[in-house]
């Protein structure tokens, strides 16, 4: 397949290993972390400290920010959520008959795995449900939920960044049977990561769910500015708060003195790399101090927060071949989004 972009290139010829790092400011949303994190403290002085100033996304994602994303899901301009879940509702019965004797789902970075009980409901052949997340919360309040609205399934939660390798727990099955693994990677959380990061994860995800196991992901697609804008830049300004909750996060947790006031929250699309990208620009020409070090800012600078990248279906297709999946299906939005879900199966 030729790489439509320069990028894609890249993906053959970068080591994945080289990828791990930046996979880490991808992370899925829901996270909560301790007070003071030491990697959040070098991420933020680092990244203040380069001519773009940038801080990794994961850090959005404190107790308030994974509200404030639940919050997003639900707005009318965020139109991710709401495309893919008519997609899965119309796939789900489909499912069982096109893959057939799957025993586990397997969630990656479940959160309040409202999506889930669309697949749980249609699957009978479903056994157990796996979901990882980094956020013991989440995952507690979410199983113990499903548990009890499907009594005959076995509920196995893992709390594990998911961008790591992690282990699945047993299932008392042949330890080589991973054919009736799905894993399930919704919200086009695979756009928050770089080419490069993506297809590592999807490696990893491979090695994890096993020979023959298949993985049901959903990917944005569009490369509408009239559609992205508004959704990374709602009218109600609720994109906006979880962009700026970073700065409150750094006050509170780096003893920093931003004001949010001397920001504004800016969503820009960047057709060359087909992405979103999320920044805060400051409104004035202001020193900021952040755990006793002073970082300037002109007037119209910005920190760069975030990537969403909308990879088209040959784009994600190449990065998926790469980390060694196939796809077997796939289900897209005839509206304007594209949004797809794929169903791909590793071969070994
Ligand atoms: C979590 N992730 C898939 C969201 C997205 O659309 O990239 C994060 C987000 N950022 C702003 N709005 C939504």
């Not at 850090?59 to 639900?74: A, K, M, N, P, V």
């Not at 009890?148 to 282990?167: I, K, S, W």
């Not at 969503?267 to 020193?287: F, I, K, N, T, Y």
Request: proline share 6%; charged share 25%.
């Amino acid at each position: 397949m030729k790489p439509e972009f320069q990028w894609l290139a890249d993906i053959d010829a970068a080591p994945v290993a080289g990828a791990q790092r930046a996979s880490v400011s991808a992370l899925k949303p829901l996270a909560s972390v301790p007070a003071i994190d030491p990697q959040f403290e070098a991420d933020v002085l680092e990244g203040l400290d380069d001519d773009q100033k940038h801080i990794p996304s994961i850090w959005l994602y404190d107790r308030r920010g994974s509200e404030l994303f639940e919050e997003i899901t639900q707005v009318t301009e965020y139109y991710p959520t709401r495309t893919e879940t008519r997609l899965l509702a119309g796939l789900a019965p489909q499912l069982e008959s096109e893959i057939g004797g799957v025993h586990s789902l397997i969630e990656i970075g479940s959160g309040s795995s409202r999506k889930t009980r669309l697949l749980l409901a249609a699957m009978g052949s479903l056994v157990r449900y796996v979901p990882v997340d980094i956020s013991a919360d989440f995952l507690r309040e979410a199983a113990s939920g499903l548990a009890r609205d499907f009594p005959g399934l076995e509920v196995q939660p893992v709390v594990a960044d998911f961008t790591a390798p992690f282990a699945l727990p047993s299932c008392g099955r042949a330890t080589d049977d991973c054919a009736g693994n799905l894993g399930f990677f919704p919200g086009s959380t695979i756009g928050n990561f770089t080419p490069q990061a993506a297809v590592a994860l999807m490696t990893q995800l491979g090695r994890t769910l096993g020979p023959r196991s298949r993985l049901l992901i959903g990917v944005d697609t569009t490369q509408d500015p009239a559609l992205l804008i508004p959704a990374y830049d709602d009218a109600a300004g609720v994109t906006a708060q979880f962009n700026l909750n970073l700065l409150d996060r750094i006050n509170r947790e780096l003893d920093g003195d931003f004001d949010r006031r001397d920001f504004r929250h800016l969503a820009r699309h960047d057709p060359q790399h087909g992405r979103v990208e999320m920044h805060l620009v400051s409104q004035r020409a202001h020193e900021v101090h952040v755990r006793g070090r002073t970082f300037a800012f002109a007037a119209g600078e910005t920190i760069h927060t975030e990537n969403c990248y909308k990879y088209t279906p040959s784009q994600f297709l190449h990065m998926a071949h790469a980390a060694h999946w196939r796809c077997e299906r796939s289900w897209q939005d005839g509206g304007r989004t594209g949004f797809t879900v794929y169903l791909l199966r590793r071969d070994a």
